[in-house]
């Protein structure tokens, strides 16, 4: 590996002002930690921790719905030690600071002429955060973030720096790639990348019954496909990706923006939710077919600009369209307030433990509420739909499984918990919401 200039000097530009009182994304978790802890150095991270005893969490880019981050002890931010610390170039491998944006890392690998396999739908997620709560994007052949790691160096609370890959440390690596912060601090992940590309990205309205009809076709026919259905449509948008040589061009700007359009139909529709219906069979008069083409990191993410709460489950891929429909018709019968877009997607499955992709190739459906409107309600009626097909929560969204159930669905679950007591003996990096699902009772 080629090791480059030091991190820390290529880490100010994500420099942020302490935290003080820390909110998240969609402003539905917030918490006023007593410290805030922001390591310019690993070796400062691993001093101060062998010397304190108190409760910590540890803070990423705060784009998780679920209260997994929340202290009001120590808060800690590893934006301060961002970065490329070295690569392979015949490998396609990169080492990078745990802490770094991906939409730092974008432009870092680009630089090395590698790319990342796959990404979510946004760039603002730290690694580590994304990685440890199990983030994907779609792509039936292409597995979550965390499965794209090749090793990684976590400090635990004790201070200790320790090391784990497939062939050191393998019960922890099998443990630790999807960890939600309760094994220790993630400080370098070593991440199996790509020689760079570019992907098409293709936009198309069609009918939804046609969509759920073809889906499982599809997703052999293209690298990445993904379906967005109105509850009250009978068409959806359905967006494909595929590796392309073709010089990048972007899709005309449409004539009112996308997000102005998205404002104003959730407030009108927060207001009037029997408006909804409506709306949502005018909608398609918005939407038009288009492509784009752009190096894969950019290709591959959107801008979120109008916030929203999301509770995302995973369900095994031959099931995903049954259970799509089923949240869709059950939005329709019982005529709740769903503004935003369903969302469908494919992931690979893996084999870390506390993936919801373990062993199991998958459907993820997402249901979006608009942030200032209540969700509990919405997601409450459809949550026991995804019960019925053994539907595995996303870490880092809305969900209200707890320790009982989530340890049926992880096979590996008290060999985590054994590792988890052995690395945070005092349950030092356990708040309310972590203690509620792995707290021994
Ligand atoms: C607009 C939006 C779009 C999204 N799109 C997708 C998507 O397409 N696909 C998808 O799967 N998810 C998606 N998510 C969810 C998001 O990717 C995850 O919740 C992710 O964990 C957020 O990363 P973060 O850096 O903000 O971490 P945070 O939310 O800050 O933290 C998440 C977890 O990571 C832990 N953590 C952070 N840093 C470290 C570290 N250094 N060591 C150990 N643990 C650490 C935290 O303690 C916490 O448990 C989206 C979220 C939003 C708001």
Not at 46 to 68: D, I, M, Q
Request: with cysteine; proline share 5%.
């Amino acid at each position: 590996m080629e090791y480059f200039d030091s991190v820390e000097s290529i880490s100010q530009e994500h420099a942020q002002s302490p935290i003080g009182h820390w909110q998240n994304w969609s402003s539905n978790q917030s918490c006023t930690p007593k410290h805030v802890f922001q390591p310019v150095s690993t070796s400062e991270l691993a001093s101060t921790l062998k010397e304190y005893s108190g409760k910590l969490r540890v803070v990423g880019s705060g784009h998780s719905f679920s209260p997994l981050v929340n202290s009001n002890d120590m808060l800690i931010s590893l934006n301060q030690i961002t970065g490329l610390i070295g690569s392979d170039k015949s490998e396609h491998t990169a080492r990078v600071m745990a802490g770094t944006p991906l939409h730092q890392l974008g432009p870092l690998l680009e630089s090395i002429d590698q790319s990342m396999m796959n990404l979510g739908d946004i760039d603002h997620q730290s690694i580590a955060g994304a990685i440890t709560t199990g983030t994907h994007g779609t792509g039936a052949k292409l597995s979550c973030l965390s499965h794209l790691i090749k090793s990684m160096t976590l400090i635990a609370v004790d201070g200790s720096v320790i090391e784990c890959s497939a062939s050191h440390n393998r019960e922890l690596f099998n443990a630790a790639r999807v960890s939600l912060g309760a094994l220790g601090i993630i400080t370098e992940i070593e991440l199996q990348n790509r020689p760079k590309y570019r992907l098409k990205e293709s936009i198309d309205v069609v009918p939804l019954k046609e969509a759920l009809t073809n889906i499982e076709t599809w997703k052999h026919q293209h690298r990445h496909v993904e379906l967005f259905a109105f509850g009250y449509s009978d068409q959806a948008i359905l967006k494909t990706l595929n590796i392309t040589e073709e010089a990048p061009f972007q899709a005309k700007a449409p004539l009112i923006s996308d997000d102005s359009l998205l404002t104003l139909f959730c407030e009108v529709t927060r207001k009037a939710p029997k408006l909804t219906s409506l709306i949502h069979h005018q909608i398609f008069r918005f939407i038009k077919p288009s492509s784009r083409v752009d190096e894969s990191y950019k290709a591959l993410t959107s801008v979120r600009n109008v916030r929203f709460n999301e509770m995302e489950y995973q369900v095994s891929s031959e099931t995903g369209p049954e259970c799509f429909e089923r949240i869709i018709n059950h939005i329709q019968k019982h005529k709740l307030p769903a503004f935003f877009p369903i969302e469908y997607r494919y992931v690979a499955g893996d084999d870390i433990w506390l993936s919801p992709f373990y062993n199991r190739d998958s459907a993820s459906i997402s249901i979006h509420q608009y942030y200032k409107q209540d969700y509990h309600g919405l997601f409450g009626e459809l949550e026991p739909i995804f019960d019925d097909y053994q539907g595995r929560p996303h870490w880092g969204k809305i969900h209200t499984k707890e320790q009982k159930q989530l340890s049926e669905m992880y096979p590996h679950w008290e060999t985590f918990q054994a590792i988890r007591q052995e690395l945070d003996p005092k349950n030092q990096l356990l708040n309310p919401a972590l203690s509620a699902i792995f707290k021994k009772p």
